[in-house]
């Protein structure tokens, strides 16, 4: 479960970096503020983003060596090591000053267990939307297995709702040739909530890509597809529905605000709730777990 620091964490980074000046003793306290030669500093191998574009390097170098790094590097000392710091966050930073020809780069330096590290660098990146929905679930995804944190943890670490982690992490099973369209640009985290539920994800990012098809436009053609297939659905159920199956789906159908049908046969069956986006979806989680 979440604790103290999970919640002091959900401050955001900004937050952390403040208590620099606080004089108050605390082991969570950073040692302050000062500036540390360039190759002092290594990346994070646990830093969920992966990718950093030419452009934006190239144009985050040309401000670093016009106006410096404005906002400091966070880090941790490497341990066992002298002179050697292993960055929380900043590493897109400490690649441009890299290319910017700096020579010592401002860092704050904190205590941090491996833990601690992989929620700020997921924090930063989510905070400043620099993660692509794949490195953002697969940042979820590590604090759900590594460090055995909930969906509910991982929310309140973030500063998400529990049904956006959820959906998040669910975008891990689209298949391999989607995910890699979501990370190199060519599909929003839109696009990907909409394919992750599609039997036939792959063929249908192409056709995203190939048209440019926008987020509504998309979830219009899902619909279409699924209405041309609902009549050879309805050709293997029974011929029709009792009265006492159609009066259940009209007082479920009035209680949710959604249409809901179901399909029962021999003491057994499935109910179905037609929903129109994910703010409805979570509505019904919301309800669903209230009545529990």
């Excluded at 934006?56 to 710091?85: C, M, T, Y």
């Excluded at 959906?167 to 985290?189: C, Q």
Aim: aromatic letters at 4%.
């Amino acid at each position: 479960m979440a604790d103290k620091t999970g919640s002091r964490l959900g401050r955001g980074l900004a937050a952390l970096i403040g208590d620099v000046g606080d004089e108050t003793p605390t082991t969570e306290r950073a040692r302050g503020q000062r500036r540390v030669p360039i190759e002092f500093l290594r990346p994070n191998p646990r830093n969920p983003r992966r990718t950093f574009t030419e452009t934006e390097l190239a144009e985050l170098a040309a401000s670093v060596k016009e106006r410096g790094i404005i906002q400091p590097i966070l880090a941790r000392a490497v341990r066992g090591a002298n002179d050697s710091f292993e960055i929380i966050a900043g590493e897109r930073r400490w690649r441009a000053a890299q290319r910017a020809g700096l020579h010592d780069v401002p860092v704050v330096v904190i205590e941090a267990t491996d833990e601690q590290s992989l929620e700020f660098a997921i924090i930063e990146n989510v905070q400043r939307a620099d993660l692509n929905a794949i490195e953002e679930a697969m940042g979820y995804e590590k604090l759900a297995i590594e460090f055995k944190h909930s969906q509910e943890d991982i929310a309140q670490i973030v500063g998400k709702s529990r049904s956006h982690v959820a959906n998040t992490m669910r975008l891990l099973k689209l298949p391999e040739p989607v995910k890699a369209h979501i990370r190199d640009g060519k599909l929003s985290a839109g696009h990907a909530r909409v394919l992750v539920s599609q039997e036939n994800a792959e063929k249908l990012a192409e056709e995203i890509i190939a048209r440019g098809l926008n987020v509504r436009q998309v979830e219009a053609l899902t619909q279409e597809s699924a209405t041309k297939d609902r009549p050879a659905r309805k050709a293997r159920q029974a011929p029709g529905k009792d009265a006492d199956t159609r009066a259940l789906e009209k007082r479920l159908s009035d209680a949710l605000g959604l249409t809901v049908t179901i399909d029962h046969a021999l003491g057994q069956g499935t109910v179905h709730i037609r929903y129109r986006d994910y703010e409805q979806l979570d509505e019904v989680i919301r309800r669903l777990e209230r009545s529990g």
